[in-house]
C-alpha cells in the first residue's frame, strides 16, 4: 500500500541548541533554547513552503469497499479550506495506513461470525510531498450490507505544521475519540436496528418457506426429494442458520463491553442520552433523547428505525448476494442522524480550538494550567470570562474521561523536559534528505548535552527511553506514521499520574524514533505503531493481532512502570486490559534496562559524530521560544517584548483563518467598535450560541484594552500613580464630558484592577450620578461624567467630598489628583518608552506582571511570621517588622509597592476565608494619603 | 512626646484660629482605615444601641429597626412593625438570674406606641399604645429591673411590659430627659426644670409608687440633656452653653457654669456661639461639651474647663461621645465623623510659651494630668489639649450619633443619607484575618 520511495524524514524538526546557560535560576522546564535568526525572513510562523492549504481542517474519509479511499467531508466545510490540496490523494493516505486488522467473520473454533469490538487506531502521519501532517484516527463502523459487517473510516486533523500535531497528539486523540465514541455510539444502536430488523425479515422468510414447505408435503407426498423440495430446505437450512449467526451478531453488539467506558457514566446500551462525547463541551442539548430522533420526521433515514412494531418484515430471497452495485450507507445513514450531527458539531468545535498557532495554543494551556493550579490567588488578576468557561469545563471534565482532564499536565511535561532539544538534533541527523555537511558548534552542544544528560539523571535517560515504539515497517512512502495509537495511550496513562515528570513527552517519543531511524535506513517509516487496542471476549484473546513489532523492547518496562506508578491502581479497566494484553503481544527484549539503554544511546551519538549536519533550516520552535522570553520574567529585556511581540502575530492571523461570513461579521464589530470605543459588554451578545473555548471576542477585548493601555501609558506621564491607585485600592474615577472618551480610558485602565472575587471586575464604566461611598466600596475603577456645571454641582462635590477614598484622573483637562507613586515596579509595568506595539502583547505583558505580583501577594499572605506573632509574648510591632523585612528582602519591594502586595494579600486574605465559609464584613480599605495634582 | 510638640503648635498659630482646625488628608493617628457602609434604612437613621459584644440595633425615620451583627455586617433581625419614625430606643438587658431570658429592645415611635423586642428571636413581644404623646425618653433601671418611659408624663414598666405606675402629666413639652440617679431615684428634664422623682416599691414587689420629690429651677434655658458623670454626680446643660454639675445624692448644684464657652481666654473675646445648642458627655471625670463650633473639656474636680478647642468643627454637632481611649467623638450635622484625643500639656523649659494661655503651677488639679503637669499651669487653667487625631468622611448628611465596639475597635455611626457605616481598625483586621487564615489552613490540614 505504501509504496512510493519518496521519503520524508524529520526534514522540519528543529535545530538543536544548548539550553541556555548561564541562567541557573530559569526552572529547567523553561530552558528551551531561543529562536536562531539565522535567516532573515524565517520566522516561527512562516508557513512551510510545502503546504498547499492555507489553515488546519479535519477530514473525514472512508475506505469504501467499491470505491477504495475516498473524502467524505472537511471541517470546516469549504472548500478554499483545502485549496489545491488534493483530498482524494489524502484520503489515499491516511487510510492506508489501517493496519489494525479488524477481524469479523468465523474465527478458527468458532462457527459463528464475531464482531470484534476494535478501539480505535490513531496514528500521525506525514505527507512531504503535499506539505501536509495529519492525526489520523481510524476507526470501524457496523453496517449489516458491508464486508465482514465493518465500514473502515478515519477523521484527520490536517495541518501543515507537524509540530503542532506532535504537540497536540493527546488532545487530539482525546478528542477525536469522543468524536468516535458519538460516532460508533450511534452507529451500534443503527446496527442492532438493522440486525432486528433483519431478524424479523428472516423470521419471516422462514415462515414462508416453511409453509411453502408444508404445502409442497401436502400437495405432493414425494416431494421430499424433488430437487425444489431440496433447494427449498436448503434455503431453509441457509435462513436458519441466518437467523441462528444475526441473534448471535446481536447479542455481541448488545453485550457490547460498556465497563470500557467510565462506570459513572451508567452508560445505557443504545440511549444516547448519556454519550459522553455529545456533552464534551456542554451541548445544552445534550438531553436531547434518541427518541426524539426516531420520531423526528424530518430524518430521512429516521423512517428506517422506525419503533419495532411498524416494521413490516420482507422476504428475503435466498442468495441475495453482496453486490458492487448495491448503494452503501452513508456515513449519515450509519450512525443514526442526531449522533452524526452531534459529531459534526463536536468536530466543528475541536476545528475551531484548534485554531492558530501550535505555541499559541500550547501557551495557553501551560498557561491556564498554571494558573488553575494556583486556586488561591488566580482570581486576583483573571478576566471572569476564562474563569466561567473553566468552571464550566471542570463540571463536565468530571464525568467525562480522565484524559481530557489531565490534558494540561501534558503540557507541563512537555515544557519541563530537558532532553527535548536533543530530541530535534536526532532526528535531524538522522534525516535521510539531509546533506552531509557537518558544523561543528552543533557537534560540540550535542556531546556536551548528552553528556551532562547521561551523567546527571540517569533515571531520566532511562525514562525517555522507555518509550514504546512498536517498530518501523518498510514500505517506502512519503508518509511517515510518527506514532501510534499504543504510544499514546501509554501516554494518557502518565496522565493520571501526579508526577509530571514521570513519562515521556512526544519530544521524547521522537527522539526515539528518530534515533531507530538511524539504524534503519529505511526510507520509509512507520515510526511506531501497535495494533488497535482490541477488546474481545476473553475467549477470543487467543485470535488477537500481533502486529508487525520489529524493536520491541521496552513496552514492557512502560507497562512496568504504569503499573507502578501511583495511580495506575486507580486506573479504568482499559489500562488493566492493555496491561493484560501487552505481553501477548509485545516481543519481549531482555535488554531494556536503562543502563543497556544507555550503551544503545552512544552509538547513535558517535554516529552522530561522523555524519552530516546541514546549515540549519528554518525551523519552527516558536512555543520553545516564546516560553523562554515569558519566563525571563523581566519586562525589560527585549527578547521578551519581541517574543510578545511576535506572539501576538497570530491574533490577526486566527481572524483570518475564520470562515469568511465570521471573519466579516467580527471585521465590521471591529468596525462599530472602534468608531463608539464599545468596551466587551456590547460584545458578549454577538457571541455564538455554542460555547466557544476562548472566545476570540475576549481576546480582542484584551487586544483592545492592551492598546488602549498602550495609549495611556505613552499619552499621559502620570501613568504610574494612576496605576498605582488602582493596584493598591484605591478607587480611580475617570472624569470626562465625553462618555467614548472616557470608557476607552477606563478599558484602557481595566487591566489594573485587581478582582475582589470570582466575580467580574469591580468597573463601573460610565456613571452620570453623584458617587457616594457604597460606590467606592463597591468600584474600583468608574468613569463618571462630569456635569456641564460649574464646581459646586453635585458630582463635583461628591468627588472632592470623598477625596480620600479616590484618585481623580480628569479626562477633559489631562490632570490626575491622587497620592504619589515612589517605587520601581510600574516603572517596567508601564513604561512609557515601551517598545510594545501590540496590544494584546502589552496585554501579556502586565498580566504577567501581575500574576508575578499575585504570587508576592500569596507568598505573603501564607508566610506565617510575617503575618502573626510567633511567641506569645511577641510584641506587635516585631511582628510588623518581620513582615516588612520579609517584604523588602526576601520579595524585593519598595515602599509604595509593598502597599500594592498588601493590597492583593487583603484581597487573598478575604478571598480564602471567605471560601472557606466563614462570612467577612466586606470593607473599603484605604488610607490617610495625601494627594497631588498632577498635570501634564 | 513628640506628639505634644507638633500638637501643641496647632492652636498656636493665629491663622489657624481665624478657620476651623482641619486635619488634612494625612492623619498618621487615625487607626479607622476600613469601614463598610450598611445600607438598609429608608430614612435617616437616628438611633444606635449596643446590644452585646457583637450586635447592634439601629432605627430611623422609616420606623425600621434592625439588629446587625458588627463582625459580618449582616441583618441579624429587621423588626417591622413601627410606622413611624422612632423617638427613642433602649436596650433591656437580660438580668444575670434567672439565666435563659433574652435581651429585649423597646422601641418607642411618634405614633405614640411602644414595642418591646425579643433580641434573640427579632420576636414582638409587647405593644404598648395608649399614650398621650410621644415618649421622647427611655431609661432603664436595673436595680428594680423595671424600664420608665418618658413622655408627658413618667411611666414605670416591668419586663412583662405592665404599667406599674406612673406621674401626673407635665404640659410644658413633656419629658425630654431621665436619667437614673442613687437611691432609686430619677432625674427628669422638663423644660427649663430639673425634676427629681423616688420611685418606691413595696415589700413584696406588688406595690409601686413614683412621686415628685423636688423641682429645681437653675438653667436659664430650656435643658438640653442629662448625664450621669459617676455615682455621685451628674450633669445638665442647656443652650448657650449652661453647664450645671448637681450632686446626684442630694440633687444640689455642684458647680453652675453659665457660658462654658466663655471662659476662654481674654484673646478670643468674640461670642459667636451664644444660643449654641449644647451636646455633652463625659468620662467619669471630665464633661466633654459641644457648644457652637467650639469643643470644651470641663474638669469636674477643677471646676474649670482644663482644655478647649474653640474652632473644632465647622458645622453644627448633633452627638458627642467618648471612646475608652481618652478619645472624643464628635457626629457633625455636615456628614463627618471626627475624632479627638485628650493629652495633658508637658511644656519643657526650652520651648517658649507663645501666648497667655500659660502661666503658673496648677493646683487643685487630681486627675492624671495634674500628676504629670511641671512647674507651669495657665493661668486660665488650661492644663490639656485636644488635639485632632482624625476625622473620618463617609457619610453625605448629617450624622446622628455613633456606638463603639470596644472588643472590635469599632465605631458605629448612622446619618441621615440612611446609611450605618461600621469604622475598623485596618491594622487589627488584617490581623483578624491573618489569624482566621490559618486557623483555616490548620483544621484543613487537620481533617
Known amino acids: 500500500m505504501i509504496g512510493s520511495p519518496d521519503v520524508v524524514a524529520f526534514t522540519r524538526e528543529e535545530v538543536y541548541e544548548e539550553p541556555l546557560q548561564g541562567s541557573p535560576g530559569l526552572p529547567e522546564e523553561y530552558s528551551v533554547p531561543l529562536f536562531p535568526f539565522q535567516e532573515a525572513d524565517s520566522s516561527p510562523w512562516s508557513r512551510p513552503p510545502g503546504a498547499k492549504f492555507s489553515k488546519d481542517f479535519i477530514l473525514i474519509s472512508e475506505f469504501s469497499e467499491q470505491v477504495g479511499p475516498q473524502p467524505l467531508l472537511t471541517i470546516p466545510d469549504d472548500p478554499r479550506v483545502c485549496g489545491a490540496f488534493d483530498l482524494n490523494y489524502f484520503s489515499l493516505r491516511i487510510m492506508s495506513v489501517d493496519y489494525q486488522a479488524s477481524f469479523v467473520g468465523h474465527p478458527p473454533g468458532s462457527s459463528y461470525p464475531k464482531l470484534n469490538f476494535v478501539e480505535d487506531s490513531k496514528v500521525v502521519l506525514g505527507d512531504s510531498k503535499e506539505g501536509a501532517f495529519a492525526y489520523v484516527h481510524h476507526l470501524t463502523l457496523y453496517d449489516l450490507e458491508a464486508r465482514g459487517f465493518v465500514r473502515p473510516f478515519c477523521m484527520a486533523y490536517i495541518s501543515a505544521d507537524e509540530d503542532k500535531i506532535m504537540q497536540l497528539f493527546l488532545e487530539l486523540s482525546g478528542d477525536f475519540s469522543k468524536a468516535s465514541d458519538c460516532l460508533k455510539t450511534g452507529n451500534r444502536k443503527a446496527f442492532a436496528n438493522e440486525l432486528e430488523k433483519k431478524l424479523k425479515d428472516l423470521e419471516y422468510t422462514r415462515s414462508v418457506l416453511l409453509a411453502h414447505l408444508e404445502e409442497q408435503r401436502k400437495t405432493d407426498g414425494k416431494g421430499f426429494y424433488t430437487t425444489q423440495a431440496i433447494d427449498k430446505a436448503n434455503e431453509l437450512a441457509n435462513v436458519e442458520k441466518s437467523i441462528i449467526e444475526h441473534q448471535d451478531l446481536l447479542k455481541q453488539i448488545q453485550q457490547y463491553p460498556y465497563r470500557k467506558l467510565k462506570p459513572e457514566d451508567d452508560f445505557q446500551p443504545f440511549l444516547p442520552e448519556s454519550p459522553c462525547d455529545c456533552t464534551v463541551t456542554g451541548e445544552p442539548e445534550r438531553a436531547a433523547p434518541s427518541s426524539d430522533t426516531e420520531e423526528n420526521p424530518a430524518d430521512e433515514e429516521a423512517s428506517e428505525y422506525h419503533p419495532r412494531a411498524s416494521y413490516t418484515p420482507k422476504f428475503i430471497k435466498a442468495k441475495s448476494a453482496k453486490c458492487f452495485d448495491k448503494k452503501m450507507k452513508t456515513l449519515k445513514e450509519l450512525v443514526d442522524v442526531y449522533f452524526f450531527v452531534q459529531t459534526i458539531d463536536l468536530l466543528t468545535r475541536l476545528e475551531r480550538r484548534y485554531r492558530g498557532d501550535v505555541s499559541y495554543l500550547l501557551m495557553r494551556h501551560l498557561d491556564q494550567t498554571l494558573l488553575e493550579q494556583q486556586a488561591i490567588s488566580n482570581f486576583l488578576f483573571e478576566d471572569a470570562s476564562t474563569w466561567n468557561t473553566k468552571a464550566f469545563d471542570r463540571r463536565y471534565e468530571e464525568k467525562l474521561d480522565a484524559s481530557q482532564s489531565l490534558h494540561d499536565s501534558k503540557y507541563l511535561e512537555e515544557e519541563q523536559d530537558p532532553v527535548k532539544p536533543s530530541a530535534s538534533l536526532e532526528s535531524y541527523k538522522s534525516s535521510v534528505e539531509s546533506v552531509p555537511i557537518k558544523i561543528e558548534q552543533d557537534l560540540f552542544e550535542e556531546n556536551g548535552h548528552t553528556e551532562v544528560l547521561i551523567q546527571g539523571d540517569q533515571v531520566e535517560v532511562a525514562e525517555y527511553l522507555d518509550v514504546d515504539i512498536k517498530g518501523s515497517i518498510s514500505s517506502g512512502d512519503s508518509i511517515e506514521v510518527l506514532r501510534t495509537e499504543r504510544s499514546a495511550s501509554m501516554l494518557s496513562h502518565s496522565e493520571s499520574q501526579p508526577c509530571l515528570r514521570l513519562h515521556p513527552s512526544p519530544q521524547q517519543l521522537r527522539r526515539k524514533h528518530s534515533g531507530r531511524r538511524t539504524i534503519s535506513e529505511d526510507s520509509i517509516e512507520v515510526l511506531s505503531m501497535c495494533p488497535s487496542e482490541t477488546i474481545i471476549p476473553e475467549d477470543f484473546r487467543a485470535s488477537y493481532q500481533i502486529a508487525i513489532n520489529e524493536e520491541e523492547p521496552c513496552v514492557d518496562e512502560e507497562c512496568e512502570e504504569l503499573t507502578s506508578g501511583p495511580d495506575a491502581a486507580g486506573r479504568s479497566e482499559t489500562s488493566v486490559n492493555e496491561l493484560l494484553i501487552d505481553p501477548a503481544c509485545c516481543i519481549r527484549g531482555d535488554d531494556s534496562s536503562p543502563v543497556q539503554q544507555n550503551v544503545d544511546l552512544s552509538p547513535d551519538i558517535s554516529v552522530g559524530d561522523t555524519i552530516v549536519s546541514v546549515p540549519p533550516q528554518p525551523c519552527r520552535l516558536p512555543d520553545r521560544n516564546f516560553q523562554v522570553k515569558v519566563c525571563v520574567d523581566n519586562a525589560e529585556s527585549p527578547s521578551m517584548e519581541t517574543a510578545c511581540h511576535r506572539l501576538s502575530v497570530t491574533e490577526p492571523e486566527s481572524v483570518h483563518l475564520l470562515s469568511s461570513r465570521e471573519a466579516k461579521r467580527m471585521s465590521s464589530e471591529e468596525h462599530l467598535d472602534s468608531l463608539s470605543h464599545k468596551s466587551s459588554a456590547s460584545t458578549c451578545s454577538d457571541r455564538t450560541p455554542s460555547p466557544p473555548p476562548i472566545s476570540s471576542l475576549s481576546e480582542r477585548h484584551k487586544r483592545k484594552a492592551g492598546q488602549n493601555a498602550l495609549m495611556f501609558i505613552r499619552q499621559y506621564p502620570f501613568s504610574h500613580p494612576a496605576i498605582y491607585s488602582l493596584l493598591s485600592g484605591r478607587t480611580l474615577v475617570v472624569l470626562g464630558e465625553e462618555e467614548a472618551f472616557v470608557k476607552r480610558l477606563v478599558t484602557a485602565l481595566s487591566i489594573f484592577v485587581p478582582n475582589c472575587g470570582h466575580s467580574a471586575k469591580p468597573i463601573k464604566p460610565w456613571a452620570t450620578s453623584p458617587l457616594n461611598i457604597v460606590d467606592f466600596q463597591k468600584w474600583k475603577l468608574i468613569g463618571l461624567q462630569r456635569d456641564a456645571s460649574p464646581p459646586g454641582s453635585p458630582i463635583t462635590q461628591s468627588l472632592s467630598r470623598y477625596r480620600r477614598y479616590a484618585s481623580v484622573l480628569d479626562a477633559d483637562n489631562k490632570t490626575l489628583c491622587c497620592p504619589v507613586y515612589k517605587g520601581s515596579l510600574l516603572q517596567r509595568m508601564a513604561d512609557h518608552r515601551t517598545q510594545i506595539r501590540k496590544g494584546s502583547t502589552y496585554y501579556m505583558h502586565v498580566q504577567s506582571m501581575l500574576t508575578q505580583l499575585s504570587s508576592k501577594a500569596f507568598l505573603l499572605t501564607f508566610c506565617h511570621h510575617a503575618q502573626l506573632r510567633i511567641h506569645p509574648d511577641d510584641v506587635e510591632e516585631s511582628v510588623c517588622q518581620r513582615r516588612a523585612a520579609f517584604l523588602h528582602q526576601l520579595l524585593g519591594l519598595s515602599q509604595d509597592d509593598r502597599k500594592i502586595v498588601e493590597y492583593l494579600s487583603e484581597l487573598l486574605k478575604t478571598h480564602y476565608v471567605t471560601e472557606a465559609g466563614t462570612q467577612l464584613l466586606p470593607a473599603l480599605r484605604f488610607n490617610y494619603i495625601p494627594s497631588i495634582l498632577y498635570k501634564i | ?447
Open chain 2, 1 to 447: 512626646m513628640l506628639r505634644w510638640f507638633l500638637g501643641s503648635r496647632e492652636p498656636q498659630s493665629g491663622a489657624e484660629k481665624s478657620s476651623v482646625l482641619n486635619i488634612g488628608e494625612e492623619q498618621t493617628q487615625n487607626p479607622y482605615t476600613e469601614l463598610s457602609p450598611l445600607q438598609e434604612h429608608q430614612g435617616t437613621v437616628r438611633f444606635l444601641v449596643q446590644i452585646d459584644d457583637f450586635r447592634f440595633a439601629s432605627a430611623g425615620d422609616d420606623g425600621f429597626v434592625f439588629v446587625w451583627d458588627v463582625k459580618t455586617g449582616e441583618i441579624l433581625f429587621p423588626l417591622h412593625g413601627h410606622l413611624q419614625e422612632i423617638s427613642a430606643m433602649v436596650v433591656f438587658k437580660a438580668p444575670k438570674f434567672p439565666e435563659g431570658m433574652s435581651n429585649i429592645i423597646i422601641t418607642s415611635s411618634s405614633e405614640r406606641t411602644i414595642i418591646a423586642w425579643d433580641c434573640e428571636s427579632g420576636l414582638q413581644l409587647y405593644k404598648i399604645s395608649d399614650f398621650q404623646s410621644t415618649v421622647k425618653s427611655l431609661v432603664v433601671i436595673h436595680s428594680l429591673d423595671v424600664w420608665l418611659s418618658g413622655g408627658s408624663d413618667v411611666r414605670v414598666w416591668n419586663r412583662d411590659c405592665q404599667l406599674l405606675c406612673k406621674t401626673g402629666y407635665y404640659v410644658d413639652g413633656g419629658i425630654s430627659a431621665l436619667i437614673e440617679l442613687p437611691k432609686t431615684c430619677v432625674a427628669a428634664a422638663v423644660g427649663k426644670d430639673l425634676i427629681i422623682f423616688k420611685l418606691s416599691v413595696s415589700e413584696n414587689f406588688d406595690q409601686w409608687n413614683i412621686s415628685e420629690i423636688k423641682c429645681i429651677s437653675v438653667h436659664q434655658h430650656s435643658i438640653q440633656a442629662l448625664i450621669n458623670i459617676n455615682d455621685l454626680m451628674f450633669a445638665s446643660c442647656s443652650d448657650a452653653g449652661e453647664l450645671v454639675i448637681w450632686d446626684a445624692v442630694d440633687w444640689r448644684f455642684h458647680s453652675f457654669e453659665s457660658n462654658i464657652s466663655d471662659i476662654s481666654s481674654p484673646h478670643d473675646s468674640p461670642q459667636e456661639a451664644t444660643l449654641a445648642p449644647m451636646h455633652i458627655s463625659t468620662d467619669g471625670e471630665n464633661v466633654f461639651a459641644a457648644v457652637g463650633r467650639g469643643l470644651f473639656v470641663y474638669s469636674v474636680q477643677a471646676r474649670r474647663v482644663i482644655a478647649l478647642q474653640k474652632k473644632a468643627h465647622d458645622s453644627n454637632v448633633l452627638y458627642i461621645g467618648n471612646l475608652p481611649n481618652r478619645q472624643l467623638v464628635s457626629c457633625l450635622d455636615d456628614g463627618s465623623v471626627r475624632i479627638w484625643e485628650l493629652r495633658s500639656k508637658v511644656h519643657p523649659h526650652a520651648e517658649p510659651v507663645p501666648t497667655g494661655f500659660f502661666s503658673m503651677l496648677g493646683f487643685g488639679k487630681a486627675n492624671k494630668q495634674a500628676s504629670q503637669s511641671l512647674n507651669k499651669v495657665p493661668e486660665n487653667g488650661i492644663v490639656a489639649s485636644l488635639d485632632l487625631i482624625g476625622d473620618l468622611i463617609g457619610h453625605s448628611s448629617s450624622v446622628q450619633m455613633f456606638i463603639y465596639f470596644e472588643e472590635d475597635h469599632s465605631l458605629v455611626t448612622c446619618s441621615a443619607d440612611q446609611l450605618i457605616i461600621i469604622w475598623k481598625e485596618g491594622k487589627i483586621e488584617s490581623r483578624l484575618r491573618s489569624q482566621l487564615l490559618f486557623k483555616i489552613l490548620d483544621e484543613s490540614s487537620n481533617r
